[in-house]
């Protein structure tokens, strides 16, 4: 069975008309959160070696800050609440001495024109 179509259907509408929009889909981004990790640097490990990993995992993408506090090194992820379930068992896998600490809701920013 062979499909047939007007060329009809098919007509364009001239240079002056304004463009037709059929685009009805709003994007609403996605809910995103801080999650505070501590990773502890001992004595006999190299300075920033944990830091080292954690950049270089998956996970380096999501780094906003980081803070050196006496012994440990504080990192802040910004992740999406849909990826929470993949930067947990990320980060448990490539850092097990990390001590993850509160997820907290980011506050939203307003752009500045």
Do not use: W
């Not at 640097?41 to 080292?52: E, F, I, V, Y």
């Not at 999501?62 to 012994?71: I, K, L, P």
């Not at 440990?72 to 448990?92: G, N």
């Amino acid at each position: 069975m062979a499909l047939t179509q007007s060329i009809d259907s098919f007509d364009t509408q001239p240079l002056s008309a304004p463009p037709v929009q059929r685009n009805n889909v709003i994007p609403f981004r996605a809910a995103r959160a801080r999650l505070q990790v501590t990773l502890p640097h001992p004595s006999h490990d190299l300075p920033g070696t944990q830091l080292r990993t954690l950049l270089h995992s998956p996970l380096g993408v999501y780094v906003v800050s980081t803070e050196a506090v006496r012994e440990e090194v504080r990192v802040q992820l910004d992740i999406a609440l849909d990826d929470l379930d993949f930067t947990m068992h990320t980060l448990i896998s490539t850092l097990p001495a990390a001590l993850i600490g509160p997820l907290k809701r980011r506050q939203a920013v307003a752009k500045v024109c």
